[in-house]
């Protein structure tokens, strides 16, 4: 097979390239989150209450969750560029639309096809960082093509929800197609187009979910962003034993700036301990949750404990789906849209499961469901030891597969 001359050389990262996917995933989590801290605003813009507006974020949930699978499988044969410029394209509209929409069922049928983009998208951004690499490479350029969600999440949103309540949310909306523009412009000069599956290399959903491998990985993502999500959703309600729910922001951007340390140990240690990273990670996390159930009234454990939470979790994305991408080989795309359903259906899931908890036994009975949770996750990432999640360096794995 003739080596693509796309792929960066051995040396060197296509810096450029892997930062316009991290903007890519920085889009999606700016759209998906920005209306919950905009939700007065958005309700007295269209005219219905707060909680009808909270659908919006909903909205785009579903579309995430109904439509990564079919589109990424629709969409095999197309171009790669082609298939993230759609993607793009669509937050254009469809950001476009909310920003100027004058009823509330088109906005919430914008944010469904938002949230369809973000699908695509999201099924797109890792195997698409690895395939502007070498193999050697893979585990740093997905570190980097992952880095705009924390960024999304500890400075993107805070700074999106004040523009939205000092400028309108409608021009912080436009914004974010003023924004969507520049980025189609520096994916056409930085990144670079791949050919499709060809027809007789098209994988079924049905072949790649039964890839040894995939099904254990798959279960790690449900189990490690359920336990994350029931805490991060109910922060708030979490911190105010310590006294700190006045100050969530901050504690959130402690959490974002330690997820950001997390990517960077994690680019370090993804090739030849992704393995050991992930039981580690697991283990750590878990660890922070029995601290957080003994000492949750003090604000140290919960400072100390928040930036050691955010660390483990900063790397996860990228050890997730290097571990998935790597298990379902040919058919990586496929499996990565399988990654996008499992994740936000934890989201949602750690939602409800959160809102239970906190509604029958109150938020000290989050750090042991999560404990459990954890332990669950734990296992079966100890047992995928031949596929999903291998001992020793993965480039050596992928060499005996070879032979």
Known sequence: MTPNRHVSSPDRLPIAGLLALAMTGFLCIMT?????????????GLHVPASYAG??????????????????????????????????IGF???????????NYWLTLGARYCAGAAAGLAWALLAGYARRMVTRAQQGRALAIA???????LSLGVPAGTW???????????GIMSVFTVFLIGWVLAAVPDFPGAAHTDRLPFRRVLLTP??????????????????????????????????????????????????IGLTSRLVDHALRMSVLVSLAVFAAVCGIFAMGAAFPVVIWLGVAVWGLT???????????????????????????????NSAIAAGG????????????????????????????????ARLCGFPAGHRLAQAHSENM
Request: hydrophobic share 60%; no cysteine.
């Open 163 to 173: 523009l939205g309540a000092v400028l309108g949310w409608r021009l912080a909306f």
């Open 313 to 343: 979790f900063g790397g996860a994305a990228t050890l997730l789906q290097t571990a998935l991408a790597d298990a379902a080989g040919e058919g990586a795309d496929v499996a990565l849209s399988m990654n996008v359903v499992a994740w």
């Open 32 to 44: 998906e989150t920005m209306p919950a801290g905009l939700l007065p605003e958005i309700g007295v």
């Open 55 to 88: 659908q919006m974020v909903t909205a785009y949930a579903v579309g995430s969750l109904t439509a990564a699978i079919p589109i990424t499988l629709a969409t095999q044969q197309w171009r790669r560029r082609a298939v993230l410029l759609l993607a793009i």
């Open 352 to 383: 409800l499961l959160g809102g239970a908890l906190l509604d029958i036994w109150g938020t000290a009975s989050f750090p042991w469901a999560m404990i459990v949770i954890l332990a669950g996750g734990f296992s079966v990432a100890w047992q």
């Open 213 to 262: 491998g995939v099904r254990p990985v798959l279960g790690v993502v449900v189990a490690w962003m359920l336990a994350h999500n029931i805490l991060y959703t109910y922060i708030v309600p979490f911190l105010v034993p310590s006294g700190l729910a006045g100050q969530a922001d901050l504690v959130l951007l402690v959490f974002g700036f330690a997820a950001l340390g997390g």
């Open 92 to 102: 254009l509209v469809f950001n476009s639309v909310t920003a100027l929409s004058p």
């Open 146 to 152: 992952m880095v705009g969600t924390p960024i999304a």
